[in-house]
């Protein structure tokens, strides 16, 4: 296979992003050849935006049945990654999912398994915040030891502001029926990807949420988690859409030094001793170890993240590169997401990995009484949202 020819399923918000940098070429080895909406209005634009030298598809059926489409990536409302993925793989298609890899932990592995028995296939997740060349080098000081033994995380993400405006842009969104979820589902997964990628998964959680809170939506707008890991480490998770100016800060403290990323800057300390070590041995009273504070050579770039997955997803196809975000690692941080609704529902501890099944009938439960809302459909400009 010279090129990689990519068809776009759903093209809204997201899905014009990831068209624009494949209509210009940008994805070396790749060819833009078709997009699919289930809504007509979407490929008229679509048409009027990117020409006519594309195919056109209204069913996801007749992207599958095309011989001259090598690889799907699929923009669809979340509760459509994974069943579109499935058949794409039976189809023979290389898959690069929107995030979240699905909306319940229990679909997403049905997807893993299956995509196991494709191992000629490639299965990818658009975790484009992982192109981060700050958050792989956080991943990469905590990997080295550099800042000892994990002993808290903390992460404020508050500045994913949305309106109401925003909610009411598309009758899926912030439904349990459409969405399955609020600023976890939505916004979150790529900060909760993160968080288990660089500092692991932790052991148990405790979430408390509110759903609905300064917003008219059925899902929750405002999350505050506290978790354990298995060393007895801790972290709180603190989010919501409806806080401005918002923050987004990054702690992650270990025995021997500590990283902060804020301000798209990321700054690290590094005791001379491990504080443990220090401690059984000081006898003075008041006191601390030396702590130096080292600047690490690293540029915060949020934006180009898509383009990469993209990249990287099509030399994975083509030569074998390593996949920076594989389909497989989804599941991970939705676990977490999961464990945090689990917990607000039930109100109380919950242990990972989760009951699957407990979430999928306490989420059927949510479904029962949702209402999808009959909005009048528009498609944002996403530049620098995310
Ligand atoms: N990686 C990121 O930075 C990022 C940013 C925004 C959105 N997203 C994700 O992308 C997904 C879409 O979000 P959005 O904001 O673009 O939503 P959107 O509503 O703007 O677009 C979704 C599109 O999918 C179409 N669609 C729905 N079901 C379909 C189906 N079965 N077949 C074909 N088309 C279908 C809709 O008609 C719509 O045009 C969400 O899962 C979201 O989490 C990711």
């Known amino acids: 296979m010279e090129k990689v020819r990519i068809a776009i399923i759903g093209v809204g918000n997201i899905g014009n992003l990831h068209a624009g940098y494949l209509s210009n070429n940008e994805i070396k080895g790749a060819e833009l050849v078709a997009f699919c909406d289930i809504n007509p209005d979407k490929l008229v634009v679509a048409k009027r935006k990117y020409g006519e030298n594309y195919k056109f598809y209204d069913s996801v059926q007749q992207v599958l049945a095309d011989e001259a489409i090598d690889a799907v990536i699929i923009s669809t409302p979340h509760y459509d990654h994974p069943v579109i993925a499935m058949a794409a793989l039976k189809a023979g298609k290389h898959v690069l999912s929107e995030k979240p890899a699905g909306v319940y932990t229990k679909k997403v592995r049905e997807l893993i398994e299956e995509s ?43 500045n994913w502001y949305r309106s109401q405006s925003y909610y009411n842009s598309g009758g899926w969104r912030a439904t349990w029926a459409g969405e399955g979820g609020g600023v976890l589902l939505n916004q979150d997964p790529h900060q909760l990807d993160l968080w288990q990628w660089i500092c692991g998964m932790p052991k148990r959680v405790m979430g408390f949420a509110y759903f609905g809170k300064l917003r008219d939506v059925e899902v929750e707008t405002d999350v505050t988690a506290y978790v354990e890991y298995a060393n007895g480490a801790t972290g709180v998770f603190v989010t919501t859409t409806t806080e ?54 690293t540029t915060f770039d949020s934006a180009s993240g898509h383009s990469k997955v993209v990249q990287n997803f099509v030399n994975n196809i083509l030569t074998g590169e390593e996949l920076k ?19 607000a529902w039930q109100e109380r501890w919950v242990d990972l990995p989760i009951d699957e099944d407990l979430f999928f009938e306490e989420l059927q439960k949510r479904i029962a009484t949702s209402k999808l809302k009959t909005v009048e459909e528009k498609v944002l400009d996403t530049e620098n949202t995310y």
């Open 116 to 158: 196991k028995k494709y191992p000629e296939l490639t299965f990818a997740l658009m975790y484009n915040q992982r192109m981060n060349p700050t958050y792989r080098k956080a991943k990469e000081l905590v990997e080295a030891g550099e800042i000892g033994e994990l002993r808290r995380t903390n992460w404020i993400i508050t």
């Open 325 to 343: 975000s594989p389909g497989v690692e989804g599941i991970n941080g939705l676990m977490i997401s999961n464990a945090i609704h689990l917990s």
């Open 244 to 297: 401005t100016p918002g923050t987004n800060r990054f702690e992650i403290v270990g025995s021997k030094g500590k990283i902060v990323i804020e301000d798209n800057q990321l700054k690290f300390w590094q005791t001379r001793v491990d504080e443990a070590e220090w401690n059984a041995t000081y006898e003075g009273g008041f006191g601390e170890p030396e702590v130096w504070e080292i600047k690490v050579p």
